[in-house]
């Protein structure tokens, strides 16, 4: 084995970790949402924890990417610690698939249709479905399958490189002496579990191993200790995502960790000394790709049938590895967007409109809080409005940040939508949020004044408000369910709000030249009516938004223009019915 052999074994080393990397990548952007949604999924029931689990990392093929993701989700508070026992479990196992995989290239047979199945003769043909459906293809989905393609073509390249620059190594007498060492099971176990936390990859550790195997030189008392070594390494990715994440979140590592160091050593002493009492004599025999991907899952599957009923003393060993401090509640807060989401820009979009759900309804609440105070004021809720609006900006500044970064990662056409959606929204919500805040000063100023309104101008506002409520439920309702029916209800009662101001403020008109009102009045109505106005506005933004982001064609101005100039039949009669129910006292 030469210079060139060895630069051949890192150059096939790095196509194939970036054909899984690209891989793993468009595998989860196909998902999309669904990821999200499956995880979501997750109970107490460790069973369905574990299939999940193992689906998860069958689609992402990562098991240190699905580890990293629960740390995310521990961190940010949408996930409990219990819960990712069985993930983790069932990641183990649905990395497995990436070896049996990867066996297919020891594949030797002179059939035609078995030959078919190795790499080498397989592999230029994915590659060229892969680049057609990439570069032909206009659907950002068959893209993304003809990236899977391409990936998983550079992926077995990177294979075949490999096999390739180790096969002189079954003649090297110092190689032959190398591998005695690894008769040593620990030796094995330490050496599998340094070699892939350095390269952070189990699945390019085994590829390397299986290629190894292709020489005829690794018996299974040699391949056996380095396969469960090779489970502990892949924890070195997890260790590293824990860094600077709340205590719960690391108790996330510690639990993958405890799982792979404790089911390694229980097989380990069970195994060997099973060996020393029976003697196997297929130790000393090679070992091929294949029996290296069976040794691989029967390793994951047994540690995992014997840990599963133990899933909760995993969770008692990681708090008391990691115990609670007495400023826990202070130093321990959740993250209420973590950052290590965005390796899963899927996952990172389904939780940005999450979080957008809580601006939508806060602001809501906001309002409604503020409204309440405008015949009776009270220093309590004007507090708590206060703080509301200053929550609602921090809730923006970090949404935005947070989507902007989002934005430049790989994302599928609907969660670049979705996050063109949010990123307007959040803005409607914030400011009507500050629209609270007029109301409440509004209302205070009265209070301190002891203005009140008349009985009429009250009752007018009585209806006023009330129909900015049911346009507040109507579009955060829409929003959050992202129901086109109820977002196409909410323009028609923008358009009775706005006619209800204009009638209200001639009324006080009226009312001021007959003397019924004091004209200290006049500006906080004029002021008031104006907010009102604008916060039917904002709320008719969102429901726009909604419509125009299902229609990709529709755009703001021309939807509302179209809108008002046909007057669909549904138009006319949702505007018919607001018209009726919010009549002022004395409208015709």
Known sequence: MDIFSIFTLCGGLAFFLFGMHVMSQSLEKLAGGKLETTLRKMTSNPFKSLGLGAGITVAVQSSSAVTVMLVGLVNSGIMTLDQTVGVIMGSNIGTTLTAWILSMAGIESDNVFISLLKPENFAPVIALMGIALFMLSKKKKRQDIGMILLGFSVLMYGMELMKNAVAPLAEMPEFQSLLVAFSVPIVGVLFGAVFTGIIQSSAASVGILQALSMTGTISYRMAIPIIMGQNIGTCVTALISSIGVNRNAKRVTVVHMSFNIIGTVICMLVFYGLDALMHFAFLDKAINPVEIAFVHSIFNIVTTIILLPFSNLLVKLANRIIPDSKNSKIEDKTVWLDERLL??????????????????????????????????????????????????????????????????????????????????????????????????????????????????????????????????????????????????????????????????????????????????????????????????????????????????????????????????????????????????????
Do not use: W
């Open 343 to 588: 390796a899963s820009p899927p996952l990172a979009t389904s939780q940005c409109r999450q979080k957008a759900k809580g601006m939508a309804k806060v602001s809501k609440t906001a309002l409604q809080d503020a409204i309440g105070m405008m015949f009776k004021y009270d220093q309590k809720t004007a507090d708590k409005v206060e703080a509301t609006e200053q929550k609602l900006d921090t809730m923006e500044d970090k949404l935005a940040t947070y989507m902007l970064k989002l934005s430049q990662k790989e994302l599928t056409e609907a969660d670049s939508e979705t996050i063109t959606e949010l990123l307007h929204t959040i803005g409607d919500f914030e400011r009507i949020g500050d629209h609270a805040i007029n109301i409440v000063k509004i209302a205070q100023e009265m209070s301190e004044s002891g203005l009140e309104f008349s009985e009429e101008a009250k009752a007018d506002f009585v209806t006023l408000f009330a129909a900015i409520t049911e346009i507040s439920e109507l579009a955060v309702n829409a929003f959050n369910k992202n129901d086109l029916a109820l977002a196409s209800k909410v323009e028609p009662l923008e358009e009775v709000i706005d006619k209800l101001t204009a009638k209200i403020k001639h009324k006080h008109i009226e009312r001021m030249q007959k003397g019924l009102c004091k004209p200290e009045l006049g500006v906080h109505i004029s002021n008031l009516l104006i907010y009102m106005e604008r916060i039917s506005d904002h709320y008719s933004n969102v429901a726009v938004i909604i419509i125009q982001t299902a229609h990709a064609n529709v755009y703001k101005h021309d939807y509302l223009n179209e809108l008002r100039a046909e007057r669909s039949p549904q138009f006319i009669e949702s505007y018919n019915t607001y018209n009726h129910k919010y009549r002022l006292a004395d409208s015709d």
